[in-house]
């Protein structure tokens, strides 16, 4: 159910955006493009390192924490990352190989946010569904919404209730990040339909913490 709101509200968005952090943002989609892969260590360390600390979703953030940071992101990550490297590999390709929409590949994207979820939870004890969502949109930035606390707020604001027709099939899912996902779809279809504009995931964030500035 989408408020009456969005359509001003996403004008206004368009004539006042601004493009604060774009510089940051390009240099880790660059990161991941020219390394997409999971097979070398150093590799690997710096892209969790790096996405994860900008984005204040750091894997370091854990139960029970007792190693140094270095020693767990090269003994614990690093090892875990690599014994899973290649289905994650294979996941990612094949999403970055879609020409469909994210409507079209919803249950890929869902079931490879949740395998990657799943795999940080082994490592820290803890729901890292916001982390694997960052990390997974830097590496398909056309197929994964960035969940976290600031865009759960502001969706939650403008679509009340998550239409989950979107999920009709898919079974394999983190909830929390699926019913988010579900905002985020209709939100995007509602853009569509008025504006004729098929947004893509980092222009929906966008405006959605401009909505919170916005509301200050």
């Known amino acids: 159910m989408i408020t009456k709101e969005i359509e001003n509200l996403y004008n206004d968005y368009l004539s006042q955006s601004d493009s604060r952090w774009e510089y940051g943002n390009r240099i880790l989609y660059r990161m991941c493009k020219e390394e997409p892969k999971h097979k070398e260590i150093d ?103 960035i969940y976290d606390s600031r865009a759960i707020k502001s969706i939650g604001k403008l679509v009340k209730i998550p239409d989950k027709k979107f999920l009709v099939n898919v079974s394999d899912y983190d909830h929390e990040y699926g019913y988010f996902v579900c905002r985020m779809l209709e939100l995007q279809e509602y853009l569509y339909e008025k504006l004729g504009t098929y947004e893509m995931p980092r222009s929906i964030d966008s405006f959605l913490l401009w909505t919170l500035r916005k509301k200050k």
Request: hydrophobic residues 40%; contains cysteine; neutral net charge.
């Open 43 to 145: 590799v690997i360390v710096g892209k969790v390192w790096l996405i994860g600390r900008s984005y204040a979703a750091a894997i370091e953030r854990r139960k029970n924490a007792v190693d140094d940071n270095d020693d767990f992101y090269y003994d614990v990550v690093a090892s875990k990352m690599l014994e899973i490297g290649s289905e994650l590999d294979d996941r990612i390709t094949r999403l970055q190989e879609s020409t469909g929409h994210i409507v079209d590949d919803v249950k890929e994207i869902l079931s490879t946010h949740k395998f990657l979820t799943d795999t940080f939870g082994k490592m820290t004890g803890l729901k890292k569904r916001s982390l694997a969502s960052k990390y997974l949109h830097f590496h398909c930035p056309e197929k994964f919404f």
